[in-house]
């Protein structure tokens, strides 16, 4: 049994690594710079660093954790590999016909985005299945032989197999399938009802296409990071972070790589969980910022709010996620001047390579992180602890010719890049809290990323929030919160029935068939010992969405059924403001969530002293504040922190991984832990804080 914990977070500028000794509760940190060619190249090469450098067998290794963003970054830059469709005849456009909306109902002149597989690779076979799971026409097998032909010609990579109501019955997908790989064996190959064993045939065709699409590429990537590992002396099997927030191993991630598009800011929600008990805070907003974009997301009670369905690319991708909402928000966010003379910031990113011009890497585009350097809010020699030089001179200069374009100073062009940024970010929360019926005033900012505790005060204060958390080590959470991971499985099926007693039986063969799929499921993963748990979603009859509710148990009597209706009107009620009792209530799906729980490491133990603050202070340095202008402020060093002191705002806390501006009116406390409780003022005019 290995006594070393290594979990990694790969980020489109920078990849955080964490390794923790179980038994002696001893954390060691690394950040290197992502290698956007070869991510995988970058990772191992930290992963030897990281443990080397602090004396770490690599045969200790006893798990490995991996949060990546490569599916999600292959969807929207396009970099998903050609996919071809055999489908039901008739149906070979459902992928453009979608639901037969616009992307954007008032402008004519954006395009819809394109399918993983071409429409001339998109191929109809003979065959039906009906609603029911009855069959009314047998597969045409010629067609399917015929079709693997035309698709070899086409060059596709990868075949997705979707076929008309194959979650009522499958068998004509299961018989497409083997013949497809018994005349072309080597292909990537996957059925929609592998995929998604759900209703709603264009969410499960394009589900399915864009899995087959994302194969072969996260199978290159996981072929190079499983080899690597093996060739560094790791005799444990990694596992990848899912966007579920459970953590599996490469082969079903290879089968099933739609499961990932939130694999890296899962890990710094479940991170921001774990510290929430920690702390006895079950109300958090977490704010994770860095290089490329920000990623929010509500926790309420210590529960994170979970979606259904995602927004990939421009198709609806129905698996089970965090609900963690992503903007193209970081430090390498570039502004630019759009044709009306407005001042824009993002999404566009300048990445790792070349970087901001800070970083003296080439980039010569003004970005988010050049004006917080240009304002004083970055330290303009060093970042990561020493280890990257900072370029004041490169980062004012790109600021410049931004203010050019403008007509103001570079002050006011820094500043207003600030202020943009913010102002994004504030709308990303409101997705996630206003819009979704929460106050966010009623929770606290979990601010980390490496960017995220320089932004997040400005961020709470214009949400009206007065409680920001910083947690120790903020740019590396998500790493962290990687190993806090469990091994989880969703699984899902489409029955739709009558909550009736008449039901029963046909509700009961579903929950065995998802007991079945589990089980299987389980076997691969090599776990025995999981927990079960169960769920239906429910609507009124004529609806067309559904709520999720829990079901106790894996088998429905007549009062449990009775229950699970009575549970619905009232659910229904709170969440829409009204309940219908003489409609009928119809089940739509059942789901099983089975999770196999893991020794977590210990919390890290904080050095910390009493003391006086001023023995942390590094300098003095002229900053930037909204309405303030510049003033000078003491810049403090983290590390050097006394447990249970006060630092009053405006200062600068500085430490490896980020750096934390505190504002006017603001208080921050350090707890015994190593956590900064900022306080922010509110005005007593308005009661929003200052």
């Known amino acids: 049994m290995g006594t070393v914990c290594v979990g990694i977070d790969t980020g489109g500028t920078f990849t955080d690594l964490v390794a923790v000794e179980i038994g002696r509760g001893r954390y060691h940190y690394h950040k290197v710079p992502t290698t956007t060619d070869d991510p995988a190249r970058g990772i191992l090469d930290g992963v030897a660093e990281l443990l080397d450098a602090n004396g770490l067998a690599r045969s200790d290794v006893g798990f490995l954790v991996l949060g990546t ?12 590999a050609r996919a071809g469709l ?150 444990r099997t990694p596992r990848v972070m899912q966007s579920n927030g459970g953590a599996v191993s490469p082969g079903a991630v290879r089968r099933l790589p739609v499961n990932t598009f939130f694999s890296g800011p899962a890990g710094g929600v479940i991170g921001s969980v774990g510290l929430g008990k920690q702390l006895r805070l079950p109300d958090l907003i977490t704010f994770d910022m860095g290089g490329t974009s920000t990623d929010v997301c509500l926790v309420r009670g210590g529960d994170p709010a979970k979606k259904s369905e995602r927004q990939i690319g421009g198709f609806p991708v ?53 004006a917080n350097v240009v304002l004083g809010r970055l330290n303009p020699r060093t970042l990561l602890g020493g280890r990257m030089a900072v370029h004041p001179d490169r980062a004012r200069a790109a600021i410049a010719g931004l203010a050019g374009k403008l007509g103001v100073d570079a002050v006011k062009a820094a500043a207003g890049v600030i202020e943009i940024i913010n102002v994004n970010m504030m709308g990303a929360v409101r997705v996630i809290s206003v819009e979704q019926g929460e106050d966010p005033r009623e929770f606290t900012l979990v601010a980390f990323g490496g960017a995220g505790p320089l932004h997040a005060a400005d961020v709470a204060r214009n949400m009206g929030m007065r409680r920001v958390l910083v947690p120790p080590r903020p740019g590396l959470l998500s790493a962290i919160g990687l190993l806090h991971a469990d091994v989880r ?48 979603d429910l609507r009124y009859f004529g609806q067309n969405s559904e709520l999720i509710l829990a079901l106790n148990g894996g088998r429905l009597t007549g009062p449990a059924l009775a229950k699970l209706v009575e549970n619905f009107h009232r659910r229904h009620r709170t969440h829409y403001g009204y309940e219908m009792r003489g409609q009928p209530v119809e089940v739509v799906n059942v789901r099983l969530v089975v999770t196999a729980r893991r020794r977590t ?90």
């Not at 399938?177 to 209703?199: D, I, M, N, Q």
């Not at 202070?617 to 590390?639: A, I, M, N």
């Open 69 to 80: 963003t490569l599916a999600t970054n292959a969807v929207l830059e396009g970099k998903w």
């Open 86 to 235: 055999i489908t039901t005849e008739g149906f070979r456009d459902v992928l453009e016909l979608a639901r037969q909306r616009r992307p954007h109902y008032f402008n004519l002149d954006i395009p819809k985005p394109m399918p993983p597989a071409p429409r001339d690779c998109r191929l109809e076979v003979g065959g039906r299945i009906a609603h029911d799971g009855s069959e009314v026409a047998p597969l045409a097998e010629d067609g399917v032989r015929r079709a693997v032909e035309v698709l070899k010609s086409k060059k596709v990579e990868a075949v997705a197999i979707c076929f008309l109501h194959a979650y009522a019955n499958a068998a004509h997908e299961q018989q497409a399938r083997a013949l497809v790989k018994k005349h072309w064996p080597e292909v990537y190959l996957c059925t929609s009802g592998e995929v998604l064993a759900e209703f709603r045939e264009f969410e499960r065709f394009a589900t399915a296409a864009v899995n087959a699409s994302l194969m072969p590429v996260m199978d290159s990537y996981l072929e190079r990071f499983e080899r690597g590992i093996e060739r560094l002396g790791i005799r």
């Open 318 to 370: 129905r698996t089970r996620t965090l609900d963690i909402h992503t903007i193209g928000a970081g430090g390498g966010s570039i502004a630019w001047v759009d044709a009306g003379g407005l001042l824009k910031v993002g999404p566009q990113s300048a990445g790792a390579y070349p970087g901001p011009a800070a970083y003296g890497r080439g980039g010569t585009e003004p970005t988010v992180t050049d």
């Open 489 to 536: 499985g969703d699984f899902s099926l489409t029955r739709l029935l009558r909550a009736e007693a008449a039901s029963l039986e046909a509700l009961n063969a579903g929950l065995d068939e998802l007991k079945q799929r589990a089980g299987a499921w389980l076997d691969g993963e090599g776990e025995t010992q999981v927990g079960h748990e169960w769920y239906a």
């Open 601 to 690: 490491p210990p919390p890290e133990r904080a050095q910390l002293t009493r003391g006086d603050p001023r023995r942390a202070l590094l300098e003095k340095r002229r900053v930037w504040f909204s309405g303030d202008g510049f003033v000078t402020v003491p810049v403090y060093d983290r590390e050097r922190l006394p447990a249970d002191c006060r630092v009053a705002g405006p200062a600068v806390i500085e430490q490896m991984d980020t750096t934390t501006v505190v504002p006017p009116g603001a208080r921050v406390t350090n707890d015994r832990l190593g956590y900064l409780h900022m306080e922010l003022a509110r005005t007593a005019a308005s009661g929003r804080t200052a």
